[in-house]
């Protein structure tokens, strides 16, 4: 089945650890996003990327950056991870050929800073 | 700048009983788009419905309906004949077609509990 992954699934690390959550999508499609959601707050848009050579900054992407491999690639870094970064992040994608261009969610990563 | 505003916390409904989830939104932009998800304890997101500003007709999946009011700026998600297994937070959300407003804003969302 065409989908999107996310590895890791979950998460400990230290603050100021370096790290790295990857999502692959076999949807082909070219919209790629990064969120994070807390409790109360919804989802919150971090980055997104259009296509491979289109990296957008979003509402909440300070302490975040990300790296577009490929197009079925969209990886999210912490550099220096603190605590309030503590979360549940959800990778998505969208097909911008369609009208709606209805975004089809990861199953998310719950990462725990400590 | 887009805004999105579910003032219901939580609702609780009678399993077969329909219940309306509350939407208001606030944008500048002519043509957007309006989307209901639905998030259950194990996590994932799973979309729902979708209306086009344009859309002269409200949409209707299943069970889902979405009561777009466009002068009231208001995008209320019907769910019928409620079972337990809808049972869930859902999530409002609307996008623009244009420049930054092409991202996805989000609601605070609405605890639904489907009582036996």
């Known amino acids: 089945d065409a989908d999107v992954t996310q590895t890791p699934r979950n998460r400990i690390t230290k603050t100021g650890k370096r790290i790295m959550l990857e999502c692959s999508q076999t949807?082909?499609?070219?919209?790629m996003y990064w969120y994070r959601q807390d409790p109360g707050l919804g989802l919150r848009l971090i980055y997104y990327?259009?296509?491979?050579?289109?990296?957008n900054k979003g509402e909440i992407s300070d302490g975040y950056s990300v790296s577009r491999q490929a197009q079925a690639k969209f990886s999210l870094s912490l550099e220096s991870a603190i605590p309030n970064q503590t979360a549940l992040y959800f990778c998505?994608?969208?097909?911008?050929?369609?009208?709606?261009?209805?975004?089809?969610f990861g199953p998310g990563t719950r990462l725990t800073v400590l | 700048a887009q805004k999105i505003t579910q003032t219901q916390p939580g609702m609780f409904v009678q399993e077969k009983e329909a219940v309306t989830l509350d939407c208001t939104y606030d944008?500048?932009?002519?043509?957007?788009?309006l989307f209901w998800y639905k998030q259950p304890s194990s996590g994932e997101m799973i979309f729902l419905i979708y209306?086009?500003?344009?859309?002269?007709q409200n949409a209707t999946e299943g069970r889902y309906s979405l009561n777009f009011q466009k002068a009231r700026k208001s995008a209320n998600l019907v769910i019928s004949a409620s079972q337990l297994g809808d049972s869930a937070m859902y999530f409002c959300?609307?996008?623009?077609?244009?420049?930054?407003?092409?991202?996805?804003?989000f609601g605070s969302g609405t605890q639904l509990t489907v009582l036996p």
């Open positions: 959300a609307m996008r623009g077609l244009s420049g930054s407003a092409r991202q996805l804003t």
């Open positions: 998505a994608t969208s097909d911008a050929g369609t009208g709606k261009d209805e975004q089809f």
């Open positions: 990327s259009f296509d491979v050579k289109d990296i």
């Open positions: 944008t500048s932009d002519q043509s957007y788009g």
């Open positions: 209306q086009g500003s344009y859309d002269e």
């Open positions: 949807k082909g499609h070219d919209r």
